[in-house]
């Protein structure tokens, strides 16, 4: 093999090697933020869960009672409210990101798979070609022996 195609080789493989860990870098970071935003998901749930069903609205028995319950039950909404808006920003920021980022790696990594093979297959058609060539002098090398042998009888 030649050591320019030998280098390009090398050097396919470096790429494909290096786009690989990032890919896994990628993915490792998608599947912590998905994680994350099954946590944000479940916190907003059991928000809406606390503010469906507040203890105490129905047991209040005068009116300052029912005020307060009342406004504790806002509270809760309200907090409901900014835990599903923390999940929809953690959706539509970091994880949409880390998604994108994810994709592009395993594009990445694609390409570079298919320029090291393309390398490699270059590689294999010279290392054929040589082995043609080699086999071919041998040939040449046996009938030259063979000619002159029957010269010099």
């Known amino acids: 093999m030649s050591f320019p195609l030998q280098t390009l080789l090398d050097l396919r493989r470096r790429t494909e090697e290096e786009a690989e860990r990032a890919m896994a870098a990628a993915t490792s970071r998608l599947s912590q933020l998905e994680g994350e935003q099954g946590r944000l998901d479940e916190c907003a749930a059991a928000a809406w869960a606390r503010a469906e069903a507040p203890p105490g609205l129905e047991e209040a028995a005068t009116v300052g009672e029912r005020l307060g319950a009342e406004r504790f ?20 920021g970091a994880l949409a990101a880390a998604c994108a980022d994810e994709e592009s790696a395993r594009e990445r990594h694609a390409a570079a798979r298919r320029e090291r093979q393309a390398a490699a297959q270059a590689s294999e058609r010279e290392a054929a070609e040589q082995r043609r060539v080699t086999e071919r002098r041998a040939e040449e090398a046996i009938s030259d022996l063979a000619a002159a042998r029957r010269r010099g009888k």
């Open 73 to 92: 039950r806002e509270r809760l909404e309200d907090e409901a409210r900014r835990a599903d808006q923390a999940a929809l920003t953690h959706r539509k």
